[in-house]
Every structure is written in structure tokens, then in C-alpha cells.
């Protein structure tokens, strides 16, 4: 038994030496795992604060992104409103300008018939003074004629008296 006891405790100790030797294996691995980690954790720390950065950043232009065309959207509406005026002033415009080629033919006719009124005028005051001529000549003719008669009548009265006589 002895012989059995001393392989016994022989295979023990070369078992306790492999495991101290897979031990030590095991914890210079366990501190390179270990350092990997820290690495990979540093890594991981490194890649999320450029994550969190682009996320930030694509957010920041996102937001921004949303506020140009909030402000685009604002911009093409006033836009269009402004068109609808331009459209509608046009319109208003254009009626004004037809109003106004009336007008101005109104305006025409109005200064034709008025040149007609006031030739009329001159005409009818130029038959106005004929007449008025004629009248005046007329009335110059009935007074010498009215003169012709009184001294016809003293003619023929001085010749009765002087008859009579």
C-alpha cells in the first residue's frame, strides 16, 4: 500500500502542480480578458459619445431641418397669398383701365358735343346779331319812314292852310 499511496500522493501533487499551472494560466487570460474589457468599455464609451455627438447633431439639423421648412412651408404661403393679391390688384387694374378707355371715350364724346354746342352758339349768336342788325334796321327804316310821314303830313297841312287861305 505504501507504493500505492506514494503514486497516490505523487499523482495529486503533479495534479495540484497543473492546477496551479492552469490557474495561473487562467488568471494571466482572466487579466488579458480583463484588460480587453477596459479596452472594449473604453472603445464602447469612445463609440457612444460619437454616437451620442451625431445624434445630437443629426437631431440639431433634424430640428433645424424642421424650422427651415416650417419657415419654407410660411414663406411659399405668403408667397402664394401675395400672388392672390398681385392676381387680384391685376384684375382691378385691368377693370380700372377699361373704365378708364370709357371714360376717356365718354370724355370724347362729351368734348364733341360740347365743340357742337358751342358752334351752334357761335352760329345762332351770329344769326342772333343779324337779326338784331335787322331789327335795328328795321326800326331805323320805321322811324324815317315814321319822319317821311310826319313831314308829308306838315306838307300836306301847310298846303290845305295855304289853299284855304
Known amino acids: 500500500m505504501g507504493v500505492l499511496v506514494e503514486e497516490l500522493h505523487e499523482t495529486t501533487l503533479a495534479g495540484w502542480a497543473g492546477l496551479k499551472e492552469t490557474r495561473s494560466v487562467l488568471a494571466g487570460e482572466e487579466a488579458y480578458l480583463q484588460e480587453g474589457c ?3 468599455e473604453a472603445l464602447i464609451h469612445a463609440a457612444k459619445a460619437v ?8 437631431e440639431r439639423e433634424h430640428s433645424s431641418m424642421d ?4 419657415e419654407a412651408i410660411a ?19 385691368t377693370i380700372l383701365k377699361t373704365r378708364a378707355k370709357g371714360r376717356k371715350v365718354e370724355l370724347m364724346c362729351c ?9 351752334a ?3 345762332r349768336e351770329g ?15 320805321v322811324r324815317r319812314h315814321e319822319e317821311q310821314l310826319m313831314l308829308w303830313d306838315r306838307i300836306s297841312a301847310a298846303s290845305h292852310d ?3 287861305h
Request: proline share 0%; with cysteine; net charge negative.
Open 38 to 40: 477596459q479596452q472594449l
Open 51 to 58: 454616437y451620442d455627438r451625431d445624434v445630437d447633431e443629426v
Open 67 to 70: 424650422t427651415e421648412c416650417v
Open 75 to 93: 414663406a411659399r404661403e405668403e408667397a402664394t397669398k401675395g400672388l392672390r393679391e398681385l392676381e387680384g390688384q391685376r384684375e382691378a387694374l
Open 111 to 119: 368734348e364733341a358735343a360740347a365743340i357742337e354746342r358751342e358752334e
Open 121 to 123: 352758339a357761335v352760329q
Open 127 to 141: 344769326i342772333l346779331r343779324t337779326a338784331e342788325a335787322r331789327v335795328h334796321e328795321s326800326y331805323e327804316d
Open 162 to 164: 295855304g289853299m284855304s
